[in-house]
């Protein structure tokens, strides 16, 4: 099989195929697929409660700081995105500067992170139900947990085979409900607190800089998927434009929220950061501290819209890269396929739709909590790969175009930095156990993924070398 011939296969192959709704997305559809990813809701619902316990009074300010870390690394993904328009994003920014294998790793890897976020929420969701059921009086009664999980995953597959307009507006109503929720909550608890300032907070001298530091590596992980507009390049109107500032918008927005909710949260529980520190809902105790338990129902509803939101943009983002690759024949040319009607990758979001019912079922035995842990933790060693490949990449991308300025250089050595810190932190120092293996279970994966690259490339060594030409269509 040689190169040539490969070529006008692929080419024609993708040319024959019916092609992604080009255009489709609005600047705001697109903006929401970020910030649905990131589900920002889950933070004061149940992320917030680490930071807190390592960061103290000063917990606002470790999101500060990671709000700055994410925005430079967005910078870097911009300069990427500007030039590539593709739902490969990922994995052809990379691959086009490193090569196919290191384009194939950070696409295998991206691929983990969006499913074992989407496992993640579904999961955690069965928690949640519980717990309004029980608020509202409701006992005795339970949904059994793999029955939800297999409903959950059709709907949410459903929604993803049908339309990408209509998944990206319902992921936008479903969080943007939840946010407002989450707002009302804490403005409620602010007015009956009486006050704004806490000392315990606001005076340096009360925060312990070293708990800061050691937090950040745990509020980066809160805003794990703000760059998944990318994988909608392809069916975004004007996606060179509004792609790079969906990136660089939700980090921002998100990273506002979490900071004013992270320091109303602590405000609402006197100040005793420890009181959130370990706590299973968070925020619900913040309303009870406040006399206000009434609110805590809320709290579980605007996790349960926005787990499913974020479940929703994992498996629109995920999707797109499997279809990328597909096209390039690196996971068969079947996933690379469009539906006529509805112009998504429907057979690969039946893909992912099948496996993350599959992996969730497999995770339910371990209880909520846990499997919520075990799945976001493997998640976010993809995303955390994928953007120190980014950082290294944007500098090398913008040289290859003639293009590259001091500014490029300076966001790529602080994004590098700043993610070898955030990787450092995640292995050391090495967690209990089963955490302790999830690391493995991560390498092997990849170990998979490098495995059927190279047997590609012995049996069909032109497969994956098309990547400098568009063929997603």
């Known amino acids: 099989m040689t190169l040539a011939s490969d070529n006008v296969d692929l080419n024609a192959v993708a040319k024959a195929a ?55 690394v967005g910078v870097n993904i911009n300069v990427l995105a500007r030039r590539h328009s593709l739902s490969g994003s990922f994995f052809v920014y990379i691959g086009r ?43 005795g009664f339970g949904v059994p947990s793999w029955a ?15 339309d990408i307009k209509m ?36 005076s340096l001298s009360n925060i312990h800089f070293g708990g800061v530091v050691s937090a950040l590596t745990f509020a980066v992980f809160s805003f794990v998927g703000f760059e998944s507009s990318a994988t909608l390049s392809k069916e975004t109107a004007d996606a060179r434009r509004i792609v790079p500032r969906s990136i660089l918008y939700s980090a921002a927005i998100v990273g506002i ?29 913040v309303t009870n501290h406040a006399g206000l338990g009434w609110l805590a129902v809320f709290v579980y509803v605007s996790a349960i819209i926005s787990a499913f939101a974020c479940a929703l943009a994992s498996i629109n983002a995920a999707s797109r890269l499997i279809f990328s690759m597909g096209r390039f024949r690196f996971l068969g040319a079947a996933t690379g396929a469009v539906h006529a009607a509805h112009q998504t990758p429907h057979v690969a979001v039946l893909t992912c739709g099948i496996a993350c019912v599959i992996l969730s079922l497999a ?37 290859r175009f003639g293009e590259l300025k001091i500014k490029n250089v300076l966001a790529s050595a602080a994004g590098v930095l700043l993610m ?54």
């Open 18 to 72: 019916a092609n992604l709704r080009a255009g489709a997305l609005t600047p705001v559809e697109n903006l929401s697929q970020s910030i649905a990813n990131i589900a920002p809701t889950m933070t004061p619902a149940l992320n917030v409660t680490v930071v807190a316990g390592l960061a103290g009074g000063g917990t606002w300010l470790a999101y500060v700081i990671a709000t700055i870390a994410m925005l430079i």
């Open 97 to 139: 500067t490193l090569g196919p294998f290191a384009g194939v790793m950070a696409g295998w890897s991206m691929i983990a992170a969006y499913l074992l976020t989407a496992v993640a929420v579904i999961v955690s969701i069965g928690l949640f139900v519980s717990n309004v059921m029980t608020e509202i009086g409701i006992t």
């Open 148 to 162: 939800l999980t297999l409903v959950l995953g059709g709907l949410i597959t459903f929604a993803a085979y049908r």
């Open 167 to 202: 998944s990206s507006r319902l992921g936008l109503l479903l969080e943007g409900v939840s946010v407002a929720i989450i707002i009302v909550i804490i403005a409620t608890v602010a007015v009956k607190q009486g006050t704004v300032v806490d000392p315990s907070q606001t």
């Open 257 to 285: 929220f979490f900071v004013i909710t992270s320091y109303f949260m602590i405000l609402g529980v006197g100040g005793k950061a420890e009181l959130i520190a370990g706590s299973s809902s968070p925020i619900a105790d």
């Open 363 to 399: 995770l339910l035995p371990f209880g909520a909590l846990n499997a919520f842990g075990y799945a976001g933790t493997i998640a976010t060693f993809g995303f955390l790969v994928v953007y120190l490949l980014v950082c290294v990449v944007a500098p090398l991308d913008a040289a």
């Open 420 to 473: 070898l810190f955030v990787d450092f932190g995640s292995l050391y120092p090495v967690p209990d156990y089963p955490m302790n293996l999830l690391p493995y279970i991560f390498l092997l994966y990849m170990a998979v993924g490098a495995a059927w690259f190279y047997y590609l490339k012995r049996t069909s060594p032109g497969e994956l070398a098309n990547i400098e030409h568009d063929l997603e269509g």
